[in-house]
């Protein structure tokens, strides 16, 4: 052995290893093993020897990396022999290899010595658990004694294997007690469970014992199988061979599947031969794998293709023939048309759902499931607007004489359409008519909230044909222990100044419990009512007779109505010319109501109601001029509750809005909690939107148990065109309500909600029902402060979404109702209206210049715009509902859409700010005449107009 | 070939383990018995979906509701193969172990 040479300045050797080195860096493993090898069998020394194993160890990477593993392995082992102090360095590439080529005697090798260091015996395990896939040939290893634990484990391993992979096993025959939790082999106890319970269909304990496997185990190289034949469909990730396993284990169900799910895809894509195609493969694919729910598929692809408006005749082809039409089929039918806000068309499928059920026997003809259907149905038309009904109810109707009722895509003969034709009469089209559909659901269902809802119907079909009395009539009949409508028929009959007959009513509800408070007030407000009939007609006698039964009625001293009935007094000692007994009342209501121009404010509204004109109201008129702050304040929160209790229009002047806005944008003007939502909801009756913002503000600072309605009013007074903040306030509201348990609030916020949509506000994907109402904490959290800290008030929005820039829901007119499908024409220029202002720019080449261009649309909305074009597969949305739709499909559109309509650059009025407060005090003769608030109630039938 | 899995989906006649035309009587029969199966201190959990699915049935208003509006309308084609058993087929260890060994051939690339 040469000894080491001192280092020179030129030293060859030292060159040749440093070449060596760089060699190994660039990964020329064989090029450095062969200079190492020349070195060392020039120069052999203990330096050039290191050099050698480094190169040596490098070309087994090498190798290991190019998948040449027994070459690898053989490499390794003769490095071993040849240097055996190179076993340290290379002693685990040796356990992993020799893992990998199957070699168990190798690998178990160093367990056979009783006092293998503990490190080594850790590294043996390790690689054991990690690369060992043949436990036969460890089970039967002569390196280990046959008695040695892990020869005993492997065995039990194997037989345990080859069992669960072979045939059904018991539990016993898994349990593998030689097998202990701390052994290398554990792993593959999970696996064999794991594997029994996917043959046993307990699919939740087989994910249970793959989530247990250590991932860098041999038996974790099987779980990616196990869970593809978990979701029957064959991973693209899986090797040849475990495609072909799945395959074996299931069968042809996995391509089934996938075939279904393609096609589920293309319809979500739209109309397309790929769509057709799909069909005829998965039709085929059915036929051969599961012919026994051929059937049911036809079912719902031909649903699904009705719904995307597919040609039925290619659909038809497609399928290789026509699908069943039973009472399955008209269920799925009718769902899905609902999904598409087709009412009347889904009532029709519900008609013949329910003739096929009878005659299938799902259910008796008189059964519950009848009552159901019809409130069901009756609900579905109740959401189209009654101008709209009764024409899709003459449409129909002519069309069911004419024999072209709505095609449910019976081209061969079906079950009904045999019925249909060999019957002579027209079938009762009752399904179109919301109130006889009540009237066969009240007939099988004993229900008062069913008449209460046929009576709700009644009154606002306005239709001379429905009589609310008769349904009230009948209710009461049903029900004879229910004041409610009792209630109501009093309403009636005061409706047609029959107040004796209405107090009759009001007397027969009082006999069946006359503590509650709906019908104490009704009494007492029906006194009034007929109070002031007769001092309109003049007649002050007559009202005296009233005032003794008032007088008499317990209920007339509560909260401020004897500040009314002295205003009903006080017109009538000015009837009679007894001036003094007025004014002495006048003083008395000032007291009572604590000011001079409340007093004002409530006498000139009982004026208005008994239509008594005279001079003297002047002077009332001349209160009403003044601007203080506390007085306006006082009037309002003390007169309009008298209005809503009595039924009374109270007039305030119009100039009050803006000296209200300037006062309430800076303070709340001390008003408790009370006073501030009465002095909100006054304001949004009257259309004081900025007034009821500000005061909502206020009441959410204040904090307490009216959070939830103050939310409610506070989504009220905001711009229609920001509508996402509205139904935020909205659903927050709803959310909070439902936690006190108020539902009659979270009724009122529904019924809002359908109300913000317009006519069709009841069909849209965007009305909210009660079950969906509500939110999530954080969000809830989010929206309540933030309404609470914003105080300046929000202006118009310019982008036309949802309805904005639409007065009171108007959505444009609708034109014919379509007879296969009816939906709403869609308004054609409907989203890009205001962006192009006609009046301005239009006129340009008229006048010889070049047309004015377009506004530019902010490029956040440009994106947005092309992202919703490419989402709804090239075609532009025409309505919020299809926007709706698309939002629900795609999470994040919803998010980009409220991001942009929060930063949507508003342009609208100027600050209102404008009240000078040297200006001249208003003047009733140059001003408007007052803006009625909370005008009169009607009941029973709305006007025609 | 195994059992095999049937993912049905628990509606709640299932898991009372009635059939949709039961009545009234038959309806409560199956709860009283499942409820001994599965009484709330032993069996908190499964309790209450049988419970659950009991309060579901029992008006007949609400049993109607469910059978008619129950499932969803818009469900995709490939649940249909929920309602059909699926027989996993038995195919020995070999295949297993093919499959181990190529995973780790194919881990090696």
């Known amino acids: 052995m040469v000894p080491l040479r001192p280092r020179g300045a030129s030293d060859p050797v030292a060159a040749k290893i440093q070449d060596i080195r760089l060699a190994i860096e660039r990964q020329s493993s064989k090029t450095a093993l062969e200079k190492a090898k020349d070195l060392y069998k020039e120069l052999p020394s203990d330096e050039t020897k290191s050099v050698l194993i480094d190169a040596y160890l490098a070309r087994i990477e090498a190798m290991r990396a190019k998948d040449l593993t027994a070459e690898a392995k053989a490499l390794t082992d003769l490095v ?15 356990r992993d290899l020799a893992a990998k080529t199957g070699d168990v005697a190798s690998l178990v090798a160093p367990l056979a010595d009783p006092d293998l260091p503990l490190e080594k015996r850790q590294a043996a395990e390790q690689a054991i658990r990690h690369g060992l896939t043949d436990v036969q040939a460890l089970a039967t290893c002569p390196a280990l004694p046959p008695d040695h634990p892990l020869r005993t484990a492997a065995a039990a391993i194997a037989r345990a294997f080859a069992d669960v992979t072979t045939g059904a096993v018991d539990d016993a025959a898994v349990s593998l007690p030689e097998v202990s939790h701390r052994s290398p082999l554990a792993d593959w106890k999970h696996l064999i469970r794991a594997i029994q319970c996917l043959y046993r269909g307990r699919d939740d304990d087989c994910r249970r014992f793959l989530a247990a496997l250590d991932p860098e185990s041999a038996p974790a190289k099987a779980a990616s199988v196990v869970r593809a034949i978990l979701a029957e469909s064959p991973s693209e990730e899986l090797t040849h061979a475990g495609r072909n396993l799945v395959q074996r284990v299931l069968g042809s169900r996995g391509e089934l599947r996938t075939a279904l799910r393609t096609l589920d895809e293309a319809f979500s894509r739209g109309r397309s031969r790929e769509l057709y195609r799909q069909i005829r493969q998965a039709v085929l694919a059915c036929e ?4 026994q729910i051929l059937k049911r598929l036809k079912q719902h692809i031909a649903v699904k293709a009705a719904v995307a408006d597919c040609p039925p005749e290619a659909v038809l082809d497609a399928m290789g023939g026509p699908s069943v039409h039973d009472a399955y089929f008209y269920r799925l039918f009718a769902r899905a048309i609902e999904g598409v806000q087709d009412s009347l068309h889904a009532c029709v499928l519900w008609d013949r759902f329910r003739t096929a059920a009878i005659a299938e026997g799902l259910f008796a003809a008189e059964g519950p499931e009848n009552a159901f259907l019809y409130l069901h149905m009756a609900e579905l038309l109740r959401r189209v607007p009654p101008d709209h009904l009764a024409e899709w109810q003459e449409d129909y109707l002519e069309d069911m004489d004419s024999g072209d009722e709505f095609d449910d895509g019976a081209y061969e003969s079906s079950p009904l359409a045999d019925l249909a034709s060999r019957s002579d009469r027209r079938p009762d089209p009752y399904f179109l008519f919301p109130e006889r559909l009540y009237e066969r659901a009240a007939a099988l269902r004993s229900d008062a909230n069913l008449y209460r809802e046929w009576l709700d119907y009644a009154r606002i079909a306005d239709r001379p044909e429905i009589k609310p009395d008769d349904v009230a009539q009948k209710w009461a009949a049903a029900f004879p222990q229910d004041g409610r409508p009792l209630l109501y028929l009093a309403e009636s009959a005061e409706q047609r100044n029959a107040f004796d007959k209405a107090l009759k009513y009001i007397q027969q509800a009082e006999a069946l419990g006359g503590v509650d408070p709906k019908i ?8 009034v009512a007929k109070t002031v009939r007769h001092l309109q007609q003049a007649k002050p006698n007559l009202a005296a007779k009233d005032f003794v039964q008032i007088d008499q009625l317990p209920q007339a001293a509560e909260k401020d109505r004897p500040a009314y009935v002295m205003s009903l007094r006080w017109i009538s000692a000015m009837l009679e010319n007894n001036r003094a007994e007025a004014d002495r009342l006048h003083g008395q209501i000032r007291d009572l109501l604590g000011g001079p121009v409340a007093a004002a404010t409530l006498l000139l509204s009982t004026v208005r109601a008994c239509a008594y004109s005279a001079s003297e109201t002047n002077d009332l ?4 001029s003044a601007y203080k702050e506390k007085d306006i304040v006082i009037a309002i929160v003390r007169t309009c509750p008298i209005g809503v209790d009595v039924d009374v229009e109270i007039l305030l002047p119009a100039k009050w809005e803006s000296l209200l806005t300037k006062w309430f944008k800076h303070s709340d003007c001390q008003l408790d909690v009370q006073g501030l939502l009465t002095m909100v909801q006054a304001a949004l009756i009257t259309g004081w939107l900025e007034v009821a913002y500000y005061c909502s503000g206020y009441g959410l600072r204040r904090g307490g148990p009216e959070q939830a309605r103050f939310l409610f009013l506070r989504g009220r007074s ?38 913000e949509l317009g006519p069709w506000g009841w069909s849209s994907p965007l009305a909210p029902d009660l079950g969906d109402l509500g939110m999530d904490d954080e969000t809830l959290r989010r929206v309540a402060e933030f309404e609470r800290k914003t105080q300046k008030y929000p202006k118009e929005s310019r982008i036309p979404f949802f309805g904005a820039g639409r007065a009171r829901g108007e959505m444009g007119g609708y034109g014919t109702s379509r007879r296969r499908r009816a939906r709403p024409v869609p308004d054609e220029g409907y989203l890009f209206d205001d962006l192009f202002d006609e009046d301005e720019e239009g006129l340009g080449q008229e006048h010889g210049g070049r047309p004015s261009e377009p506004r530019a649309i902010p490029p956040d909305l440009a994106a947005l715009f092309t992202e919703i074009i490419r989402l709804s597969g090239g075609k532009l949305p025409t309505s919020p509902e299809e926007i709706e739709r698309l939002a629900r499909k795609h999470p994040e559109l919803r998010e980009k859409l409220e991001e942009v309509m929060r930063h949507m650059p508003e342009t609208g009025p100027d600050d209102l700010d404008e009240f000078d407060s040297d200006e001249e005090p208003w003047d009733m003769e140059d001003e408007p005449p007052t803006r009625p608030f909370f005008p009169r109630r009607r009941r029973g039938r709305r006007k025609r107009r | 070939m195994s059992a095999g899995s049937t993912k049905k989906e628990q509606d709640p006649w299932s898991v009372l383990g009635v059939s949709p035309e039961a009545d009234d009587e038959q309806i409560r029969a199956a709860y009283v018995r499942q409820v001994k199966e599965h009484p709330p201190d032993r069996s908190g959990p499964e309790f209450e979906r049988i419970r659950d699915a009991y309060e579901q049935l029992k008006d007949p208003y609400q049993r109607a509701k469910y059978l008619i509006l129950g499932a969803p309308a818009d469900k995709p084609l490939e649940s249909l193969l929920d309602s059909v058993p699926c027989p996993r087929r038995f195919v020995g260890p070999e295949a297993w172990l093919t499959v181990m060994k190529s995973e780790r051939k194919e881990s090696q690339r």
């Not at chain 1, 104490?520 to 006194?527: C, D, G, T």
């Open chain 1, 80 to 94: 071993v022999s040849r240097f055996p102090e190179a076993a340290d360095r290379l002693g685990h590439m040796q």
């Open chain 1, 520 to 527: 104490r007030r009704a009494r007492f407000r029906l006194l």
């Open chain 1, 718 to 755: 905001l711009p229609r065109s920001l509508y996402v903040r509205r139904q935020e306030c909205f659903d927050a509201a709803a959310e909070l309500a439902r936690r006190v348990r108020d539902m009659d609030l979270v009724a009122e916020i529904a019924d809002a909600g359908r109300a």
């Open chain 1, 621 to 624: 008129e001349k209160w009403l």
């Open chain 1, 288 to 291: 051969r794998v599961y012919p």
